[in-house]
Each structure stands twice: as C-alpha cells, then as structure tokens.
C-alpha cells in the first residue's frame, strides 16, 4: 500500500504566478489535510477536505488560496498569484474516517517564489 | 479554536541524558496528543500519541503524559542518543480530525 503521494516535491515560481500542488492520498483514504510549514515554524492547518466536500477551511487565506478533492483524482491546492510570503512547505495527510489518530503525511511540497 | 503551547524552542542534552518536551492547549475538546518528529527537509514522523482516557505513555526510550486538568503534556526521552536529534512537535486534536500544532522543540544531542 503506497503512502501519500505530493507532487511536485520542489516548485519554483515567480511572483504573480500560480502554483498548483497535489496530494495523493492513500489507498481507501476519503479525507485530506493540507498543512502549510513557514521555514523554522509548526504546522498551520489549512484546510480539511473529504471526496468532493470542503469540510473546514478555517486556515485558508481567503484570497488567492483554494482546495478541491475531486471525485477522481488527486487534492489540489491552488495558489494563485504567488508571492514571496507563499514559500514554504506544503504537507498534506490522509484519513480513512477523519479520526486525527489514523492521518498519515506525504513528503510535502517544497514552494519556492523567487 | 484550539491554541497550542511548547517550550523550549531549543533543548541541548549530553548523549544518554533526559529530554523533556511541555506543551499546553487551550481547547477542554482536545481528546487526542500526538508528538511527532522531523528531520530536516522530511515529513513529520509519528513517534507517539495518547487519548485523553490515558495518562501516560511509553515505547520503549519514549514516554508521554497527559494532564487533561491542567490541559498540559509532555514528552520524555530517556537515554538520548545524537540520532534522536530533529525537531519534536506535539499536536491537539479532536473529532474534527484537524490538529493544532506546537511550534516545536530543536533537540541537539551532543556526542
């Protein structure tokens, strides 16, 4: 059984661009979590998403950030007209029920806006 | 929501001393504590975890306790060795399945 998947691992983009991260969760896994990691910080939680529901997003910026978990396919998290604060890791983890005991993290994506 | 304090920020030990790791949360609906740990550029690594019906913890070198009326818990590394050093973090969570996180502890074992 595979672990959680992100791609890509590392992203460069330029300010004002847009960057789009996945998250592959693990097989029979219905709930994700996006965590974004500022360097030398803890863990802010984002958003929490089950299959094609946003069930919290209390830590989402409200602009310029968005999250789907499509029926098909990985989460995305979406952000668009990047700026230098935006650098940083992106972690997400996955859930079969929701429970925090049973999440499980990928390797995170590692942004980076020049 | 949910706030989630952790000191120290740093903690330096000799090889084969104790490391002690607090950390208090606010939230009385918290019901589950993990400690996680992470090397550089890694994923955070589950070490531990305990549920609020328990006070205390152990895997081997690693043991928890919780004190759920004084809504605070701690992590203790018995016997440290330089690869126990990383950043340990611990987390708040409840039902809702998002956990609220420390802004973590830089551990340095010294050889």
């Known amino acids: 059984n595979a672990g959680v998947m992100q791609n890509p691992r590392h992203l460069v983009r330029r300010r004002g661009q847009e960057a789009r991260l996945r998250c592959s969760p693990m097989?029979?896994?219905?709930?994700v979590y996006w965590y974004r990691q500022l360097p030398e910080e803890g863990l802010k939680f984002m958003v929490y998403?089950?299959?094609?529901?946003?069930?919290?997003e209390s830590g989402m910026p409200k602009e310029r950030f968005s999250a789907e978990f499509p029926k098909e396919g990985p989460s995305i998290l979406r952000i668009q007209q990047v700026v230098r604060g935006d650098s940083a890791a992106y972690f997400c983890?996955?859930?079969?029920?929701?429970?925090?005991?049973?999440?499980?993290f990928g390797p995170g994506t590692r942004l980076t806006v020049t | 929501g949910e706030n989630v304090e952790q000191h120290p920020s740093t903690l330096s030990v000799q090889e084969g001393d104790s490391a002690v790791i607090k950390c208090t949360y606010s939230?009385?609906?918290?019901?589950?504590f993990p400690w996680y740990k992470q090397e550089l550029g890694k994923r955070p690594q589950l070490i531990i975890d305990?549920?609020?019906?328990?006070g205390e913890k152990k895997d081997q070198r690693i043991a928890v306790t919780l004190n759920k009326t004084a809504k605070h818990f701690s992590l203790h590394i018995t016997e440290t060795q330089p690869e126990d050093s990383a950043v340990y973090f611990c987390?708040?969570?409840?039902?809702?399945?998002?956990?609220?996180f420390g802004d973590g502890t830089t551990l340095t074992v010294k050889p």
């Open positions: 983890a996955s859930s079969p029920t929701g429970q925090p005991y049973e999440q499980y």
């Open positions: 097989k029979g896994h219905s709930h």
């Open positions: 998403l089950q299959k094609e529901n946003i069930i919290d």
């Open positions: 939230d009385s609906a918290s019901n589950y």
């Open positions: 305990i549920r609020s019906n328990v």
């Open positions: 987390a708040a969570s409840h039902e809702a399945g998002k956990s609220t």
